[in-house]
């Protein structure tokens, strides 16, 4: 019968008493068991002397279960470390309330044996351990004993050594393998990690590997996890004789278990003060297999001296969130142990939920690993209390996302901790703060921990975090307990960047400043961790304190599109999580710079939804009729504009307007920048006129509030002056910016920025009324200005560099424009990048000039690229957009494809009429360019020519240059329709036209030279020369679109209200 047990049925016949249930590193302690136990009669099944060679071992296993009345587990750390063996048997056993659970060393055991009645065999001598195991059984006396205690000399063979009291050999050399301290149990679920592989070669190479490894990395991230499971498995593969796990928390810890250890492997008093000592000589002269664990060493200072020898039979591993040079060097090398992966964290999610029967989407744990960072501790914390309080994986990442829910209230209570973990991912990290803030300087990692706490996790630039507002925040919160001469002292750079390394080395940061824009990165938890512990007045000043060093570290202008993009990134992470801080007392002016930056990047788009929300937000904040929220409608007007919807940007404008009226009056200066807007974007809305007579009105009211000198009467001026060029005066607003210029130069000087800006319109103005060369030179004597005040990569020296290689074109050079052109798309998108504004519109002039230069195929191509690229960053029914359109529609033209060019513009046109409206400018270009490729598509298409011709006339009038180029082609066209009667109605209206023509532009502009030219051509078609040749030498000049000139055109006098400051400036 069993042991303790009823006599066995019939039907459940016991062909064993006992079944003894272990694992390899317990074997010893195994078969002194089975040895005592058939040493007293009974019979015995184990896997050492019973598992036959090649059997299953599961099936075997479950086999012996159902044979035996008894099952006795061998328990230790290392049993409950590797469940694929033992969750059968304890089911099993469990089943039938047959399991004895015998202890072995110091060990929990897990929940589902906690009921369970166990015994200790462990620090106990053989006679106590052997009563204890009978007792365990059932056996009320032992009726026969061990065949001999096997510490003798010569113990029989078939008797087992008793593991509790190891003999010792020659020299004090173990006689079997020893472990000293108890390396955790591996996670439930651990999660197979490059690191793990790296461990495993680390012990490869026979004495060649690197002997001391180092896992270091933020708290939280599994570095323990990492070396318990290498430790288990060096331990089960039988890879080392000795294993000596410490807790390295300190120096006394660690030398308390090199003492126990010395005393377990030389016989040494463990109370011994040289202990320590003799483990490492034992250490350096043993030719046993050794591993060293040091974990979680907080300090480098503590292992001086203690550091075990570099021996080829020999491997250190160590665990810290420390990253100081102390650490490694030569025989040590370190492994950076980093998060999980997106998918390491999903798997270890679903694993965790799988055993207590969850079903939860995948979506939603992807993402709910995602708002964890991929954080080991927090995913493993989170799963508990997902299951504690029956959450699916959705809810728990809407109570993640409510602010107000401290993380410390998101994660299991203490006594729920998964894995044996001894803190909260909320309490996880404030050790390492106040060793942080320890270092030099002392107490200031704490608060630079603060600032980089509200700022984006995913990268800081360096310039923020030691601008002169950080400064100042780390001078006023420095830690208290400081060296009172340095806490009287105003904290500098050097000292900022201290403190961003003290915090580096503890593994709360990673601050690398081989990459300054993005030089500090930050877990999102250790920022909320941060955040949450500091209380509302201090939160409130730090949001303020972080917007003022972005602002600081904020250039002027934006030249490196990357630290720009960082800067934005910054602010918006800020704004985030700041509550209201940023909007009381008053928007921060961090707001309104990041806004602009987006458009000025070029992201037009995002600027305007930028502004929408901040409208919207500042509703809330500060109510409609804030000055704040007035300027964010303004800014927001103003990217609609620049985005491509002038009309809807003018209709905000008067809205905004009649607020401005209404609550400021008329002569208020913000009032007047409203007005400076609105006709600013009635010109670009295609009505250049009323754009005239706006800032006509406007000048009157500017000159009377503010006088002749002031910097917005000037703007008002230089605006007046562009848009009577761009309604088609171009000699008065030469003659205007001319006067503007005198001014400049009397109030500031040759080298102002204003006073360069408006040479450049003079130029541009002069050159549409005289000789390209003119033009060039003019340009070419401001750029060399330019160089020297602003500098090559300045945005105005680019643009006049632009405006040289179109005058270049102009003047009869097109391949050398497109060379010139070519070298400023280089610097261009070194500067600002490929997605800027300006880099699209020189690809633009390249492609153009490329095809004036006898490359249609290649314009054309390239026009295609750029169309993908515009419609990616601008959208479909962007002005510029449309203008590419247009263009590449004229080289598929040019290129031999008429009927696509035809089909081209005909879509476009569709487009243009949606957007702008029969009458703009660019639609009657496109009416102008359709009639031309459906004339060269079909030779009877003159009567939408005469159409286009008719409305620009009624629009325009006579006089207007698209008035006068309509009649150009109209005239070409019934030239080239016709014979020689044709011709000679072509030759003419030519002679009309250059009456016209001189009247209106001079004898030297370029338009009139070319009507000179087409006169002659068609007298001489009407005299009978050679009518085809002719034609195809003409028909290029006629066809052609707007020369890229016209895309630069001047620089109107924006006024941009709340760009650096929530108080709009007076320009």
Same mark, same amino acid.
């Given at each position: 019968?069993?042991i303790?047990?009823?006599?066995?049925?019939p039907?459940?016949?016991?062909?064993?008493?006992?079944?003894?249930?272990?694992?390899?590193?317990?074997?010893?302690?195994?078969?002194?068991?089975?040895?005592?136990l058939?040493?007293?009669g009974?019979?015995?099944?184990?896997?050492?002397w019973?598992?036959?060679?090649?059997?299953?071992?599961?099936?075997?296993?479950s086999?012996?279960m159902a044979?035996?009345?008894?099952?006795?587990?061998?328990c230790s750390?290392?049993?409950?470390?590797?469940?694929?063996?033992?969750t059968q $048997?304890?089911?099993?056993a469990?089943?039938?309330?047959? #399991?004895?659970?015998l202890?072995?060393?110091?060990?929990a /055991?897990?929940p589902?044996l906690?009921?369970?009645?166990?015994?200790?065999?462990?620090?106990v001598?053989?006679?106590?351990?052997?009563?204890r195991?009978?007792?365990? /059984?059932?056996?009320a006396?032992?009726?026969?004993?061990?065949?001999?205690f096997?510490g003798?000399?010569a113990p029989? !063979?078939?008797?087992?050594?008793?593991?509790?009291?190891?003999?010792?050999?020659a020299?004090?050399?173990?006689?079997r393998?020893?472990?000293?301290?108890? !390396?955790?149990?591996v996670?439930?679920?651990?999660?197979?990690?490059?690191?793990?592989?790296?461990?495993a070669?680390?012990?490869?190479?026979a004495?060649?590997?690197?002997?001391?490894?180092?896992?270091a990395?933020?708290?939280?991230?599994?570095?323990?996890?990492?070396?318990a499971?290498?430790?288990?498995?060096?331990?089960q593969?039988?890879?080392?004789?000795?294993?000596?796990w410490?807790v390295?928390?300190?120096?006394? *810890?660690i030398?308390?278990?090199?003492?126990?250890?010395?005393?377990?492997?030389?016989?040494t008093?463990?109370t011994?003060?040289?202990?320590? $000592?003799?483990?490492?000589?034992?250490?350096?002269d043993?030719?046993?297999?050794?591993?060293?664990?040091?974990?979680?060493?907080a300090?480098?200072?503590?292992l001086?001296?203690?550091?075990? !020898?570099d021996?080829?039979n020999?491997?250190?591993?160590?665990?810290t969130?420390?990253?100081d040079?102390?650490?490694?060097g030569?025989?040590?090398?370190?492994v950076?142990?980093?998060?999980?992966?997106?998918?390491?964290?999903?798997a270890y999610?679903t694993?965790?939920?799988?055993?207590h029967e969850?079903?939860?989407?995948?979506a939603?744990?992807? =993402?709910?690993?995602?708002?964890? @960072?991929?954080?080991?501790?927090?995913l493993?914390q989170?799963?508990?209390?997902?299951?504690?309080?029956?959450?699916?994986?959705?809810?728990?990442?809407?109570l /993640?996302a409510?602010r107000?829910?401290?993380l410390?209230?998101?994660?299991?209570?203490?006594?729920?901790?998964?894995?044996?973990?001894?803190?909260?991912?909320?309490?996880?990290?404030?050790?390492?703060?106040?060793?942080?803030?320890?270092l030099?300087?002392?107490?200031?990692?704490?608060?630079?921990?603060?600032?980089?706490?509200a700022?984006?996790?995913?990268?800081?630039?360096?310039a923020?975090l030691?601008?002169?507002?950080a400064l100042?925040?780390?001078?006023?919160?420095?830690?208290p307990?400081?060296?009172?001469?340095?806490?009287?002292?105003?904290?500098?750079?050097?000292?900022?960047?201290?403190?961003?390394?003290?915090?580096?080395?503890?593994?709360?940061?990673?601050h690398?400043?081989?990459?300054?824009h993005?030089?500090?990165r930050?877990?999102?938890?250790?920022?909320?961790a941060?955040?949450?512990?500091?209380?509302?007045?201090?939160?409130?000043?730090?949001?303020?304190?972080?917007?003022?060093?972005?602002?600081a570290?904020w250039?002027?202008?934006?030249?490196?599109?990357?630290?720009?993009?960082?800067?934005?990134?910054?602010?918006?992470?800020?704004?985030?999580?700041?509550?209201?801080?940023?909007?009381?007392p008053?928007?921060h002016?961090?707001?309104?710079?990041?806004?602009?930056?987006?458009?000025?990047?070029?992201?037009?788009?995002?600027?305007?939804?930028?502004?929408?929300?901040?409208?919207?937000?500042?509703?809330?904040?500060?109510?409609?009729?804030?000055?704040?929220?007035?300027?964010?409608?303004?800014?927001?007007?103003?990217?609609?504009?620049?985005?491509?919807?002038?009309?809807g940007?003018?209709?905000?404008?008067?809205?905004l307007?009649?607020?401005?009226?209404?609550?400021?009056?008329?002569?208020?200066?913000?009032?007047?920048?409203?007005r400076?807007?609105?006709?600013?974007? =009635?010109?670009?809305?295609?009505?250049?006129?009323?754009?005239?007579e706006a800032?006509?009105q406007?000048l009157?009211?500017? #000159?009377?509030?503010?006088?002749?000198?002031h910097?917005?009467?000037?703007?008002?001026?230089?605006?007046?002056?562009f848009?009577?060029?761009?309604?088609?005066?171009?000699a008065g607003?030469a003659? &205007?910016? $001319?006067?503007l210029?005198?001014?400049y130069l009397? /109030?500031l @000087?040759?080298?102002?920025?204003?006073?360069?800006?408006?040479?450049?319109?003079?130029?541009?103005?002069?050159?549409?009324a $005289?000789?390209?060369?003119?033009?060039a030179?003019?340009f070419?004597k401001?750029?060399?200005?330019?160089?020297?005040?602003?500098?090559p990569?300045?945005p105005?020296a680019?643009?006049?560099?632009?405006?040289?290689?179109?005058?270049?074109?102009?003047?009869?050079d097109?391949?050398?424009?497109?060379?010139?052109?070519?070298?400023?798309?280089?610097?261009?998108l =070194?500067?600002?990048?490929?997605?800027?504004?300006d880099t699209?519109?020189? =690809?633009?002039h390249? &492609?153009?000039?490329?095809?004036?230069?006898?490359?249609g195929?290649g314009?054309?191509?390239?026009y295609r690229?750029?169309?993908?690229?515009?419609?990616?960053? #601008?959208?479909?029914?962007?002005?510029?957009?449309?203008?590419?359109r247009?263009?590449?529609?004229?080289w598929?033209?040019?290129?031999?494809?008429?009927?696509g060019a035809?089909?081209?513009?005909?879509?476009?046109?569709?487009d243009?009429l949606r957007?702008?409206g029969?009458?703009?400018?660019d639609?009657?270009?496109?009416?102008? *360019?359709?009639?031309?490729?459906?004339r060269?598509?079909?030779?009877?298409?003159i009567?939408?020519?005469?159409?286009?011709?008719?409305?620009?006339?009624r629009l325009l009038?006579p006089?207007h240059?698209?008035?006068?180029r309509?009649?150009?082609?109209?005239?070409?066209l019934?030239?080239?329709?016709g014979?020689q009667?044709?011709a000679?109605?072509?030759?003419?209206?030519?002679?009309?036209l250059?009456d016209?023509y001189l009247?209106?532009?001079?004898?030297?502009h370029?338009?009139?030279?070319?009507?000179?030219?087409?006169?002659?051509?068609?007298?001489e078609?009407?005299?009978g020369?050679?009518?085809?040749?002719?034609?195809?030498?003409a028909s290029?000049?006629?066809?052609?679109p707007q020369?890229?000139? @016209?895309?630069?055109?001047?620089?109107?006098?924006?006024?941009?209200?709340?760009?650096r400051?929530?108080?709009?400036?007076?320009?």
């Amino acid at each position: 019968m069993g042991i303790g047990d009823p006599p066995a049925t019939p039907d459940t016949p016991a062909a064993v008493d006992v079944f003894v249930s272990y694992t390899a590193a317990d074997e010893a302690w195994a078969l002194w068991v089975a040895a005592v136990l058939e040493a007293e009669g009974r019979r015995v099944a184990i896997e050492a002397w019973d598992a036959p060679a090649g059997t299953n071992l599961i099936v075997w296993i479950s086999q012996q279960m159902a044979r035996a009345a008894r099952t006795v587990a061998i328990c230790s750390q290392a049993y409950f470390t590797f469940h694929w063996r033992t969750t059968q $048997e304890w089911t099993g056993a469990l089943a039938s309330n047959t #399991l004895i659970p015998l202890r072995v060393e110091e060990c929990a /055991l897990p929940p589902v044996l906690a009921s369970i009645a166990y015994r200790d065999l462990h620090h106990v001598d053989e006679p106590t351990a052997r009563r204890r195991l009978l007792e365990a /059984l059932g056996l009320a006396a032992p009726t026969r004993v061990s065949s001999g205690f096997p510490g003798g000399a010569a113990p029989a !063979p078939a008797a087992a050594a008793f593991p509790g009291q190891p003999p010792r050999g020659a020299a004090g050399i173990p006689a079997r393998r020893i472990r000293v301290g108890m !390396p955790p149990r591996v996670a439930d679920h651990f999660q197979h990690r490059p690191a793990v592989d790296d461990l495993a070669h680390a012990v490869d190479g026979a004495g060649t590997a690197v002997a001391c490894q180092v896992l270091a990395g933020m708290g939280g991230v599994g570095k323990t996890q990492l070396a318990a499971h290498h430790a288990h498995q060096m331990w089960q593969s039988g890879a080392v004789d000795v294993l000596v796990w410490v807790v390295a928390a300190s120096r006394e *810890q660690i030398q308390t278990v090199y003492a126990r250890a010395a005393a377990d492997l030389t016989g040494t008093d463990p109370t011994d003060p040289t202990a320590a $000592e003799a483990l490492l000589g034992w250490l350096a002269d043993t030719e046993k297999r050794w591993l060293i664990v040091l974990d979680d060493v907080a300090d480098p200072a503590d292992l001086r001296g203690l550091w075990p !020898p570099d021996r080829p039979n020999g491997r250190v591993l160590v665990t810290t969130r420390r990253k100081d040079a102390a650490l490694t060097g030569p025989g040590r090398h370190r492994v950076d142990v980093d998060l999980f992966t997106s998918e390491e964290a999903s798997a270890y999610l679903t694993a965790i939920l799988a055993v207590h029967e969850r079903d939860d989407d995948p979506a939603q744990i992807d =993402r709910l690993a995602a708002d964890l @960072g991929y954080l080991p501790l927090a995913l493993s914390q989170a799963a508990a209390y997902l299951v504690d309080q029956d959450l699916d994986c959705a809810t728990y990442r809407d109570l /993640l996302a409510d602010r107000a829910q401290p993380l410390a209230d998101l994660a299991p209570d203490d006594s729920g901790l998964p894995d044996d973990q001894q803190a909260t991912v909320a309490a996880a990290w404030s050790l390492s703060i106040d060793r942080a803030d320890q270092l030099r300087p002392a107490g200031l990692a704490r608060p630079m921990l603060e600032l980089a706490a509200a700022l984006e996790p995913n990268g800081v630039p360096e310039a923020v975090l030691t601008s002169p507002p950080a400064l100042e925040y780390l001078t006023a919160h420095r830690t208290p307990g400081s060296p009172p001469d340095r806490d009287a002292r105003p904290v500098d750079t050097r000292d900022a960047r201290s403190a961003l390394r003290a915090l580096h080395r503890l593994s709360l940061l990673d601050h690398v400043s081989a990459n300054p824009h993005q030089a500090v990165r930050i877990h999102q938890l250790i920022q909320r961790a941060v955040r949450e512990q500091l209380p509302p007045d201090r939160q409130h000043t730090l949001a303020r304190a972080a917007g003022d060093a972005l602002l600081a570290a904020w250039p002027e202008v934006e030249r490196d599109t990357d630290l720009a993009q960082a800067l934005r990134a910054n602010t918006t992470t800020l704004a985030a999580h700041s509550g209201d801080a940023l909007w009381q007392p008053g928007l921060h002016p961090a707001l309104f710079v990041a806004g602009n930056s987006l458009g000025n990047a070029g992201l037009v788009a995002a600027a305007v939804a930028f502004f929408e929300h901040l409208n919207t937000a500042a509703d809330h904040h500060l109510g409609p009729d804030d000055p704040d929220t007035l300027i964010i409608r303004g800014n927001l007007a103003f990217w609609q504009r620049a985005g491509g919807d002038p009309a809807g940007a003018s209709r905000a404008f008067e809205v905004l307007l009649d607020d401005y009226l209404r609550l400021l009056g008329p002569d208020h200066p913000d009032t007047l920048i409203t007005r400076h807007n609105l006709a600013l974007s =009635r010109g670009e809305a295609g009505d250049p006129a009323g754009a005239v007579e706006a800032f006509e009105q406007l000048l009157t009211d500017r #000159l009377r509030v503010l006088g002749p000198d002031h910097p917005s009467t000037l703007a008002t001026r230089h605006n007046l002056a562009f848009w009577r060029g761009k309604a088609g005066d171009g000699a008065g607003a030469a003659s &205007a910016f $001319e006067e503007l210029l005198a001014d400049y130069l009397r /109030l500031l @000087g040759p080298d102002h920025p204003d006073t360069l800006k408006t040479r450049h319109n003079l130029a541009f103005w002069r050159a549409e009324a $005289e000789d390209p060369a003119v033009a060039a030179s003019d340009f070419e004597k401001l750029l060399t200005d330019q160089l020297r005040v602003l500098g090559p990569d300045h945005p105005d020296a680019l643009a006049s560099r632009s405006y040289l290689a179109d005058w270049q074109a102009v003047a009869g050079d097109p391949a050398g424009a497109a060379a010139e052109t070519e070298a400023l798309l280089t610097d261009r998108l =070194r500067v600002l990048g490929p997605d800027h504004p300006d880099t699209l519109t020189t =690809r633009e002039h390249l &492609a153009f000039w490329r095809g004036e230069a006898g490359d249609g195929a290649g314009a054309a191509s390239s026009y295609r690229e750029l169309l993908t690229e515009q419609l990616r960053l #601008l959208g479909p029914d962007h002005p510029d957009t449309l203008t590419v359109r247009g263009r590449l529609a004229f080289w598929r033209g040019a290129a031999g494809d008429r009927a696509g060019a035809a089909s081209a513009f005909e879509e476009l046109l569709d487009d243009q009429l949606r957007l702008l409206g029969p009458d703009h400018p660019d639609t009657l270009t496109t009416w102008d *360019q359709l009639a031309f490729w459906q004339r060269e598509a079909d030779p009877d298409a003159i009567a939408d020519f005469e159409e286009v011709l008719t409305d620009r006339l009624r629009l325009l009038g006579p006089d207007h240059p698209d008035t006068l180029r309509s009649l150009s082609q109209l005239a070409a066209l019934q030239g080239w329709a016709g014979d020689q009667a044709g011709a000679a109605r072509a030759a003419d209206d030519f002679e009309e036209l250059l009456d016209s023509y001189l009247r209106v532009l001079g004898p030297d502009h370029p338009d009139t030279l070319a009507t000179r030219d087409y006169l002659a051509y068609w007298r001489e078609q009407a005299g009978g020369s050679r009518r085809n040749q002719a034609a195809d030498g003409a028909s290029g000049d006629l066809q052609q679109p707007q020369s890229p000139r @016209g895309d630069h055109h001047p620089d109107p006098g924006q006024e941009h209200a709340g760009d650096r400051e929530p108080d709009p400036p007076t320009s």
